[in-house]
């Protein structure tokens, strides 16, 4: 069994970091949104290793990591579109699914689509791994599938017994993963929403591209991206929204000040959106932990408050709608 270990991202440590990649093997990383369990993405063997740690369905494909967009569109090919958000929004929380064109990417990273998502994130430390390594990294969410992303290298350690190295980043600036983008003729499909929202990348193409549409991808349609499923970012404990008053029961989650006689913490308490997607899986993890460590673990679930549903808010309103349904 291989020891996990929580290191300091020094430069040393990012070296050792790239050698496991290099030797096939499987490291916890930083990003700005959430941590990533990184492969090396020409590695076969070591990707499944990815797949099996994370007890993630195959046909799942996973995000390929690069340090710029010129090392994007050495393994895909690009619209004007597509070039345009790439320029505005990365390195950054957005991630654009795109015709693959390089052979080397394993085809089980990408489920065998011939479409590649591809994200250039601007955390520091991941930026240094990626340009360490000198290929592209593949890292899905470091979480068990369908469980709650990691935004700590501590809610990392779900995984240690398959990762060799954690690379500390400490708190992800954004907590909700990325934006996930997918354009077709002249449509710009939000597959997944995120921190960068409808508004801005409205507002970003708005004068270049007048006539793009932005759409959310209707749930009637096939599910091309299991960030949609119905069920996913779930915690073990029981999930109610939109609750104003929570029972002597639950752990509570609010927005704004924590009311006086409940129980649990507040995700902004000046009601501050991207303060609340920041403290979204942190608190959910916490509560959850505090539930199932109960000696009565059946009688507590956790309320969360209503959120706005305008911005940022649209994105946490849709982890907590997927978080609160069950799984079949
Ligand atoms: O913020 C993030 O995107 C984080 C960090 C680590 O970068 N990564 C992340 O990866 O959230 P993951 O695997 O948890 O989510 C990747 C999503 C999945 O819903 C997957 O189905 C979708 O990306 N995806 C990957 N390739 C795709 C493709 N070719 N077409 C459509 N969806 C794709
Ligand atoms: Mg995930």
Redesign the pocket.
Known sequence: MINSKIVNPSPENIVTASRILHDGGIIVFP?E????LGADAHNDFAIQKIYNAKKRPLN????V?VPSLENAMSISIFSELETFLGRTFWPG?L?L?LKKKSLLISTIA?AG?S???I?V?RNSIAISLLKEFGKPVV???ANKSGEI?ATLPSHALDLAKDVEMILDGKFCDIGL??T?L?CENNNINI??EGFITRDVIKKAIIQKFPKINISFQSSSKKV?????LTSHYSPKSNLRLNVLIPKKNELYLAFGPLPLHANGFSLSEKKHLPEAGRNLYKFLRLADELILSDTQPNKRSIAVAPIPNISLGISINDRLKRGATKKK
């Open positions: 990003t949104t959430v941590y990533g799942n494909p996973l995000i990591h929380p991630t699914v990408t689509l479409t590649i998502a994200r994130p890292a899905p969410s992303s993963e990325s996930i997918k597959l997944r091309i991206s299991p960030g949609q």
